[in-house]
């Protein structure tokens, strides 16, 4: 197989989608944290943690989670927000970018701040070795409760990256919002998980779901959301991301669940909406800081020519 054949196999079973799911997670973090969104050290570090961070996150899952992905009927060439079935041949392959990605995300904790970098390599190997613990040994995934534990941990350390990016330290102040936030991922993997309640039935893996049922799985996705609702009351992100998921969730149980199909992808729109608004105005900022910087170095400019 050549590079570029490896390297297109990597990007499918990332799953292009869900290269923003770790930039958000760390943005979110480094917005809270007051961070100045013009340092260049910030867009290397986005850059790294989107296929980067998927392959690891995503990549992963696919390869260990061939068994009932074959009994995924979700599963297809054509899905934009479920993927495709990652074929054996590939595994290792994925597994080795995997490897590589893991180094590279570890590394880039030389882009912290100095005061913080300890603490962001600390924080970014533990989200590092959630992604892989979730799919790969010990398989949190197949761990009931376990589950979306891992995976609302996974986003709450991202976000913590993120927030001690910005210089500022997880042990002087702790960013409860990034804990909100986590709370939100982990009552979605409950919905992902009730979606996936037939194939993983049908391969034998013990998720909260199949253990739990699928009512009850999303029941309890849903008083998480209401939960992260009553507490943030709308005062930032979560606290909207978390009363679309309230609806959501509700109407994916609506005729017993017959319309969860819809639930997952309606969750992704409505947070990429969502990112839209909460980013536009700081998008805004940054068009008018480089507009002012071209402004200056044209002035330098005449006035040097003349």
């Given at each position: 197989m050549s590079i570029w054949e490896t390297f297109v196999k990597v990007v499918v079973a990332t799953r292009r989608i869900?290269?923003?799911?770790?930039?958000?997670?760390?943005l979110f973090g480094y917005v809270e944290g007051k961070g100045d969104l013009v340092q260049p050290e910030l867009w290397i570090q986005l850059l790294i943690l989107t296929c980067p961070f998927s392959t690891i996150a995503i990549?992963?899952?696919?390869?260990?989670?061939?068994?009932?992905?074959?009994?995924n009927h979700r599963k297809s060439p054509d899905s934009v927000f479920h993927g495709k079935v990652l074929e054996p041949r590939f595994?290792?392959?994925?597994?080795?970018?995997?490897?590589?990605?893991?180094?590279?995300?570890?590394?880039?904790?030389l882009l912290a701040p100095l005061?913080?970098?300890r603490e962001y390599a600390v924080v970014a190997t533990l989200a590092i070795s959630l992604g892989w613990?979730?799919?790969?040994?010990?398989?949190?995934?197949?761990l009931p409760i376990l589950d979306c534990v891992c995976v609302g941990a996974v986003c709450f350390l991202l976000s913590c990256a993120g927030f001690t990016f910005t210089g500022r330290s997880l042990l002087e102040e702790f960013p409860y919002h990034c804990g909100l936030l986590g709370l939100c991922i982990a009552g979605v993997q409950l919905v992902t998980g009730a979606d996936d309640y037939?194939?993983?039935?049908?391969?034998?893996?013990?998720t909260t779901?199949?253990?739990?049922g699928?009512?009850?799985?999303?029941?309890?996705?849903?008083?998480?959301?209401?939960?992260?609702c009553l507490v943030d009351q709308g005062s930032t992100f979560c606290g909207w991301y978390a009363l679309g998921g309230v609806v959501i969730i509700a109407f994916g149980m609506c005729q017993n669940g017959k319309r969860l199909g819809l639930a997952y992808p309606l969750i992704l729109i409505w947070g990429a909406f969502l990112t839209t608004v909460y980013f536009f105005p700081r998008a805004l900022q940054l068009l008018y800081h480089f507009s002012s910087l071209r402004s200056v170095g044209k002035e330098s400019a005449d006035t040097f020519s003349t």
């Amino acid at each position: 197989m050549s590079i570029w054949e490896t390297f297109v196999k990597v990007v499918v079973a990332t799953r292009r989608i869900m290269w923003l799911y770790a930039p958000f997670n760390f943005l979110f973090g480094y917005v809270e944290g007051k961070g100045d969104l013009v340092q260049p050290e910030l867009w290397i570090q986005l850059l790294i943690l989107t296929c980067p961070f998927s392959t690891i996150a995503i990549g992963v899952n696919s390869v260990y989670d061939y068994d009932t992905d074959v009994h995924n009927h979700r599963k297809s060439p054509d899905s934009v927000f479920h993927g495709k079935v990652l074929e054996p041949r590939f595994h290792g392959r994925v597994l080795s970018a995997a490897c590589i990605a893991t180094v590279a995300v570890i590394s880039s904790s030389l882009l912290a701040p100095l005061s913080t970098r300890r603490e962001y390599a600390v924080v970014a190997t533990l989200a590092i070795s959630l992604g892989w613990f979730y799919s790969a040994g010990p398989r949190f995934k197949a761990l009931p409760i376990l589950d979306c534990v891992c995976v609302g941990a996974v986003c709450f350390l991202l976000s913590c990256a993120g927030f001690t990016f910005t210089g500022r330290s997880l042990l002087e102040e702790f960013p409860y919002h990034c804990g909100l936030l986590g709370l939100c991922i982990a009552g979605v993997q409950l919905v992902t998980g009730a979606d996936d309640y037939e194939p993983d039935l049908a391969a034998g893996l013990k998720t909260t779901a199949t253990v739990c049922g699928k009512m009850c799985t999303l029941s309890v996705g849903l008083l998480i959301h209401l939960f992260v609702c009553l507490v943030d009351q709308g005062s930032t992100f979560c606290g909207w991301y978390a009363l679309g998921g309230v609806v959501i969730i509700a109407f994916g149980m609506c005729q017993n669940g017959k319309r969860l199909g819809l639930a997952y992808p309606l969750i992704l729109i409505w947070g990429a909406f969502l990112t839209t608004v909460y980013f536009f105005p700081r998008a805004l900022q940054l068009l008018y800081h480089f507009s002012s910087l071209r402004s200056v170095g044209k002035e330098s400019a005449d006035t040097f020519s003349t």
